[in-house]
C-alpha cells in the first residue's frame, strides 16, 4: 500500500540477504532490489538458516517476522536460533495490528502487544543485541525501564523499554542493519511503525490525527528519474504527463502521508505544513439537484441466480461494493452468497468480489460466480477486469462490463520509469470477451474526483452506472439504506451512485461540466513549429533570447537536413526535445526560478486553504552532510528559503561565467560540457544521413532521455547512456568503416 512501513522496513543492506516471512510483508520476495527469499510456517521464520547455515560461506542473513506472527508462535524461532547459536538478525515489524487479515489487535489485553513487552521478551530470551527502529522516535522519550527496578505491580512499566535499548530513526536503519549484521549470534531489531491502511482507517473514524502536512511535486523542477519511487516504493507517486515529457506527481487522495518519497534525492519536492487541501467547490452546473430527473432503470427479474463480480485493485473499496449489494439484497429479502478475496490482495493487488443474488437462498448453487456465468462484471480497474480470472466469468451475449479505464500505475512503474498502461489492451481483451455493445466504458476515476473531489468515490459511482444501466436485480431504496446502515461517507457515497447513473443516462452531458477546464488533455500531439516556440520561450526565461535563438537556429538546421530526406520531422523533434533539455540543464539557479515562479505559487494557493508555509527539501553541495555512500543528504529548510530562491533567480546571468560560484563543480561543467558534444554528434548524423538512417539517427539524438535527475542520481543515468550512446554511435559509424575498407 502507499506509505506501508515495509516500503522501508523489509530494505537490506547492500550484500545482505533476507528470508520472508508470513504477512504482507512477504511481498518481498517479489521486488527486485529486496534480495529476499523463501517463506516458511508460522513459527519457523529463519529456522531454514539455522540447518544451512553450517554448510555455506553466507556469515548472516536477516530473518523478516511480523508482530502478529511473533505474537502466535514467531518467538518459538527466535528461541530455536538463539540456541542453535546460528548469526541471523530478526527484523520484528511491529506495525500494530494484523494488517494482512483485516487490521486486528495483536494480543488479548486490551492494550494489544506492545513494543516494551516484544522487548522484554526478547531480551529474556538472550538476544545478544537489541534495538528499536521506528518512524517516531520521540514517542520513546523518557521511556526506559528503570535499570534494576520490577514491573511486578507496575502495570505502567509495561510500556517502557528495557535498561540499554537504543531507539534510531528510521533513516538510520542501513547503518543499524549493517552493525547487527557484523554481531555475532542472534541479534533482533524491532522497527515501529504502524500499517498505512490502518492509520487511514483510524484517521476517517476520527481515531487518528491527519498530519497538517501535505507533500506537493514541482513538475516543473522534476526530472522524471524516479528516485523518489525507489526511495519510497510507494505507488501514491504517479506518472504525469507533461509538454516536457513524463513527470511525478503524488496522488493526494490515496496517498497515507508517510514522506518517504521526499527522501529521493531531487529539489522538486515541497511540504506545505499547516492549513488544509481546499475542498472542491461545487458550481451550481454540478449540483445534482439542480438537473432534470433521469428515468428508472428496468431491473432484472431473476429468473435464476444473477452473478456480479467486482473486479480492481485491493485497498480502493472492492470488497466494500460486495458488501453493499450483499446488504441490499438482504434487506429485500433474497438469497444472496458472496466470496471475498483476502490476504495479500487487500494490499495492493488484485481484488474480487463474487456476489450471487437470487430470488431464494436455495436458487444459488455455488459459492462465487462460475466460468462463463457472470450477468455483470463491475471492472474497478482495466488490468484486474483483464486478468484472466476474470475474463473467465465472463460469457458473449450475457455479461455485461461496466468499465472504468482510468490507469492506476503498477508496481512495474516504481522500478521502470518509462512504464506504459496497457489501456487499449485491456479494452480489447474485455470486447473480446463479451461483444462491443455489452462493454461500458468511461474514466470513472476522473468523473470522482471532478465531481466528488476524491477518487475514493470512483467504485460507488461505477456501481451507479451499472444500476442503470438495468444490470443489478436490487432497488435504489435498498442500496441507499444499504449505504446508510455502512456508515461511512454516506452522503458523499450516495452522490457517487447517483453522477453513475447520471453517466450512463448521458455521458457526454456530465463529462461537459468538468472537461472545459483540463481541455488540454484532449489537445492532439504539437507539431515541430509549437514544439520549438514553447521550449524557445522557455529558454529566454531560463537564460536569454539570445541563448534560446541559439537553440532555435541549431533545431532549424537539422529541419533542413531532413526536408531533403522527404519523410517527416522524427530527427529534428528529437533534436528540439533533447538539445532543450541539455540546455536548459537544472542548476541552482533554475531550481529557484522554477520554485518561485508565480505559476506554481498559484497552483499551491488554489490547492490549499488556511495558514500554511511552503518548506523545502535541498541538499547543497556546499553545504549539505553525507551518508555512509558519500551521497548529499538532504534537509529541510522553512519559508526563508523562498526569500533566497528568489534572489537566487535573478542572478541567472552569472551562469557559466567566471564569477559564477557553483559553475566550478563537476556537475556543472559536465552538464555544459554534454550541449557541445550533443551538437557535436547531431553534426555528425547530419553528415551522414539517409533515408535507410534516419531511424537510428532519431534514436541517437533521444539519447538524452536517458540522462535523468541530480547528483549522484544523474551521475549514474549519465554512465548508462554513455554506454548506449557509444553503441548506438559504433552502429552509425560501421558503414562509412566498412566502405572505406571496401575501397
Not at 490482495?345 to 468480489?353: D, E
Not at 438495468?470 to 458523499?492: D, F, I, K, T, Y
Not at 541549431?554 to 540546455?583: D, H, I, P, S
Not at 527539501?617 to 528568489?646: C, I, Q
Request: charged share 25%; hydrophobic share 40%; net charge neutral.
Amino acid at each position: 500500500c502507499s506509505g506501508c512501513p515495509h516500503n522501508t522496513s523489509t530494505r537490506v543492506p547492500e550484500g545482505s540477504r533476507a528470508v520472508a516471512g508470513i504477512g504482507c510483508h512477504y511481498m518481498a520476495n517479489w521486488m527486485p532490489d529486496r534480495a529476499t527469499s523463501t517463506f516458511t510456517q508460522m513459527g519457523g521464520e529463519g529456522v531454514t538458516w539455522v540447518g544451512q547455515a553450517p554448510f555455506t560461506k553466507t556469515a548472516h542473513v536477516f530473518a523478516n517476522l511480523g508482530d502478529g506472527t511473533y505474537f502466535h508462535s514467531g518467538l518459538l524461532a527466535i528461541r530455536q536460533s538463539i540456541a542453535s547459536g546460528a548469526n541471523i538478525t530478526y527484523k520484528i515489524l511491529y506495525n500494530d495490528a494484523v494488517a494482512m487479515t483485516g487490521g486486528q489487535q495483536v494480543g488479548e489485553r486490551p492494550e494489544g502487544h506492545s513494543v516494551a513487552q516484544i522487548a522484554h521478551s526478547l531480551r529474556a530470551e538472550g538476544v545478544t543485541k537489541l534495538v528499536v527502529v521506528t518512524d517516531e522516535p520521540e514517542k520513546y522519550a523518557g521511556r526506559t525501564h528503570p535499570e534494576g527496578s520490577a514491573r511486578a505491580g507496575h502495570p505502567e512499566l509495561l510500556n517502557d523499554l528495557p535498561p540499554g535499548i537504543e531507539v534510531f530513526h528510521r533513516d538510520e536503519l542501513d547503518r543499524i542493519q549493517r552493525e547487527l549484521r557484523g554481531t555475532p549470534g542472534c541479534t533482533a531489531l524491532i522497527y515501529d511503525q504502524t500499517c498505512a491502511t490502518e492509520k487511514r482507517r483510524r484517521r476517517k473514524r476520527g481515531k487518528l490525527a491527519t498530519p497538517a502536512k501535505t507533500v506537493l511535486i514541482n513538475e516543473l523542477v522534476c526530472e522524471g528519474c524516479g528516485d523518489c519511487s525507489v526511495a519510497s516504493n510507494c505507488l501514491s507517486v504517479e506518472p504525469v504527463e507533461t509538454d516536457f515529457g513524463r513527470k511525478r506527481r503524488i496522488n493526494q487522495s490515496s496517498c497515507n502521508k508517510d514522506y518517504s518519497c521526499v527522501k529521493g534525492f531531487c529539489p522538486s519536492f515541497v511540504t506545505i505544513e499547516g492549513g488544509a487541501l481546499k475542498k472542491p467547490k461545487k458550481e451550481k452546473k454540478g449540483d445534482l439537484a439542480s438537473l432534470p430527473p433521469i428515468p428508472e432503470p428496468e431491473l432484472p427479474a431473476l429468473d435464476a441466480a444473477w452473478g456480479i463480480v467486482v473486479a480492481g485493485v485491493g485497498g480502493t473499496g472492492v470488497i466494500t461494493i460486495g458488501s453493499l449489494l450483499g446488504m441490499a439484497a438482504h434487506l429485500e429479502g433474497k438469497g444472496v452468497v458472496t466470496q471475498d478475496a483476502a490476504g495479500l490482495a487487500q494490499k495492493g493487488g488484485s481484488t474480487w468480489s463474487h456476489v450471487q443474488i437470487a430470488r431464494r437462498p436455495e436458487d444459488i448453487h455455488t459459492t462465487k460466480v462460475d466460468t462463463a456465468k457472470a450477468d455483470l462484471v463491475i471492472g474497478c480497474d482495466p488490468i484486474v477486469a483483464a486478468n484472466p480470472a476474470t475474463l473467465a466469468v465472463m460469457q458473449p451475449g450475457r455479461t455485461f462490463v461496466a468499465l472504468n479505464t482510468h490507469g492506476t500505475p503498477a508496481a512495474a512503474f516504481v522500478h521502470n520509469p518509462d512504464w506504459q498502461f496497457p489501456a487499449e489492451g485491456c479494452e480489447a481483451a474485455i470486447a473480446a470477451a463479451v461483444g462491443r455493445d455489452l462493454l461500458g466504458v468511461f474514466d470513472a476515476e476522473r468523473a470522482a474526483t471532478a465531481l466528488l473531489g476524491d477518487s475514493i468515490y470512483t467504485n460507488p459511482l461505477i456501481l451507479g452506472y451499472a444500476w442503470q444501466q438495468g444490470r443489478v436485480p436490487l432497488s435504489h431504496a435498498a442500496l441507499m439504506r444499504a449505504m446508510e446502515l455502512n456508515g461511512v461517507q454516506v452522503e458523499n457515497n450516495k452522490a457517487a451512485f447517483e453522477w453513475g447513473r447520471r453517466c450512463a443516462h448521458d455521458l457526454a452531458a456530465v463529462q461537459a461540466l468538468y472537461q472545459a477546464a483540463q481541455v488540454i488533455e484532449f489537445v492532439k500531439k504539437p507539431g515541430l513549429a509549437e514544439l520549438v516556440a514553447k521550449r524557445v520561450d522557455f529558454l529566454t526565461g531560463y537564460q536569454s533570447a539570445a541563448y534560446a535563438a541559439e537553440y532555435r537556429a541549431f533545431v532549424e538546421k537539422v529541419q533542413a537536413a531532413e526536408a531533403r530526406l522527404g519523410q517527416g520531422t522524427r530527427l529534428a523533434e528529437a533534436v528540439a526535445r533533447y538539445l532543450f533539455k541539455l540546455m536548459a540543464y537544472k542548476d541552482e539557479y533554475e531550481v529557484a526560478r522554477l520554485h518561485t515562479d508565480p505559476a506554481f505559487t498559484a497552483r499551491i494557493a488554489e490547492m490549499f486553504e488556511g495558514d500554511y508555509k511552503i518548506v523545502h527539501h535541498l541538499a547543497p553541495p556546499a553545504t549539505a552532510a553525507k551518508n555512509d555512500k558519500g551521497e548529499l543528504v538532504k534537509k529541510s529548510y522553512g519559508p526563508w528559503m523562498r526569500k533566497a530562491f528568489a534572489v537566487l533567480a535573478k542572478m541567472k546571468g552569472l551562469r557559466g561565467t567566471a564569477l559564477d560560484p557553483f559553475g566550478k563543480t563537476e556537475e556543472r561543467r559536465t552538464e555544459r560540457a554534454l550541449i557541445q558534444e550533443y551538437r557535436a554528434c547531431v553534426d555528425e548524423l547530419l553528415a551522414g544521413l539517409a533515408p535507410e538512417r534516419l531511424a537510428l539517427a532519431a534514436q541517437i539524438a533521444s539519447i538524452p532521455e536517458d540522462i535523468r535527475g541530480y547528483g549522484h542520481v544523474k551521475e549514474r543515468h549519465l554512465q548508462e547512456a554513455r554506454g548506449k550512446w557509444s553503441a548506438l554511435m559504433e552502429r552509425w559509424r560501421a558503414p562509412a568503416t566498412a566502405t572505406r575498407q571496401s575501397a
